[in-house]
T-cell receptor, first 109, second 116 residues
């Protein structure tokens, strides 16, 4: 399983766009990149998944460069309720998921 | 979307007793489920892979005789913490994948175990 590296923490203000970058230099050809959000005392929640280029859904965008050695989760116009820990996972979507340390995002008013 | 139900959401038990945690996939079948534990301010640590109809696969360092996993049906996996000790106090989370949903895993809401 590819190891991932994320910033430990990030601060932002309401209404701003937040970009969280994840490094995964050892990503394998068949690996997908998946991002999860976790609130305290809750299980993680799926945000977005991608393989290459750009993926967008109703809550976020995921940018993946051609070499796939990194990825960036983009959260548009964050609110206070987006304060959470965000995890980047790399691996086979059908296989087990190993969580890294995650990024604690704090959104301030 | 796929829903995974975990029960109980919290439990307090005495040292030396056993506690069972249930993980159910409510609207899909899951041949594979995963169990994690999470200590405060830390990330999730994969404990084991639960396979329907066969033995669970445990990660290195996880005692299989202490954390008993049973996956007797396509919608239910259970984790039993045997002879619990205070150091077993943690947040336990299960996950499963709905292959029809395609993307990612669905996690349960977690179980807070406190051993006193």
């Amino acid at each position: 399983l590819a190891k991932t590296t994320q910033p430990i923490s990030m601060d932002s203000y309401e209404g701003q766009e937040v970009n969280i970058t994840c490094s995964h230099n050892n990503i394998a050809t068949n690996d997908y990149i998946t991002w999860y959000q976790q609130f305290p005392s809750q299980g993680p929640r799926f945000i977005i998944q991608g393989y290459k280029t750009k993926v967008t859904n109703e809550v976020a965008s995921l940018f993946i460069p051609a070499d796939r050695k990194s990825s960036t989760l983009s959260l548009p116009r964050v609110s206070l309720s987006d304060t959470a820990v965000y995890y980047c996972l790399v691996g086979d979507p059908a296989g087990k998921s190993t969580f890294g340390d995650g990024t604690t995002l704090t959104v301030k008013p | 979307g796929a829903v995974v139900s975990q029960h109980p959401s919290w439990v307090i038990c005495k040292s030396g007793t056993s506690v069972k945690i249930e993980c159910r996939s409510l609207d899909f079948q899951a041949t594979t489920m995963f169990w994690y534990r999470q200590f405060p301010k830390q990330s999730l640590m994969l404990m084991a892979t639960s396979n329907e109809g066969s033995k669970a696969t445990y990660e290195q360092g996880v005692e299989k005789d202490k954390f008993l996993i049973n996956h007797a049906s396509l919608t239910l996996s259970t984790l039993t913490v045997t002879s619990a000790h205070p150091e077993d106090s943690s947040f336990y989370i299960c996950s499963a994948r709905d292959t029809a949903y395609q993307y990612g895993y669905t996690f349960g809401s977690g179980t807070r175990l406190t051993v006193v």
